[in-house]
């Protein structure tokens, strides 16, 4: 049996073996069977698309792993859109977007949080109080008790990081 074929039939009773309580502990999380069906394949697919299928005693707790991260990025990504829905709420509507361009802006507010999520707190933070905020970077260094120097290079990482975060598929 080839290396291919025998991850395949790993993950086929991986599958098998563990569908039906993940579906469950799903549905009881999200409360709708639906959503639980979707989050239940997206966990298989990530376990696909890593290569790494976990041997039998780890396989719940690794499943239920993926399925947590997924249900995070899912009110993450909920959260931003009714942040983006009540935003153009305010506009008029003859400058209201398509529906591709909004999931467009909406896939790239969720790269830019996830961007942020990642930052380390006192760039995090730079970076919200220039653009945000409106300050300066001298006064970003006064309140957060360090050089302009230091605001410079933070504001250089995120904007890097924001940079990569807009240009990525």
């Known amino acids: 049996m080839s290396g291919a074929d025998f ?6 009773s991986l599958y098998q073996d563990h569908h039906g ?9 999200l409360g709708c069977s639906h959503r639980a069906a979707d989050l239940a394949q997206d966990t298989y697919l990530r376990v696909l ?21 997924l249900v995070v990025d899912r009110h993450r990504r ?3 859109e009714q942040a983006y829905l009540e935003a153009l709420s305010h506009q008029p509507m003859a400058v209201a977007p398509s529906p591709e361009e909004s999931s467009l802006v909406l896939d790239t507010l969720v790269r830019i949080d996830r961007m942020l999520a990642s930052l380390k707190p006192r760039v995090r933070e730079t970076f919200l109080l220039s653009r945000f905020d409106g300050l ?6 006064e309140r957060l008790g360090m050089s302009v120097a230091t605001v410079r290079k933070d504001m ?8 990569a975060a807009t240009e990525a598929p």
């Open 136 to 141: 300066t970077y001298s006064a970003i260094a």
């Open 7 to 12: 991850a395949q039939q790993q993950l086929h």
């Open 78 to 80: 909920q959260r931003i």
């Open 21 to 29: 309580w993940l579906y469950g502990w799903l549905r009881r999380r």
């Open 156 to 163: 250089l990482v995120a904007m890097q990081a924001c940079l």
């Open 49 to 69: 698309t890593s290569g790494r299928v976990p041997d039998q005693a780890q396989a719940r707790p690794h499943l239920m792993q993926i399925a947590k991260g």
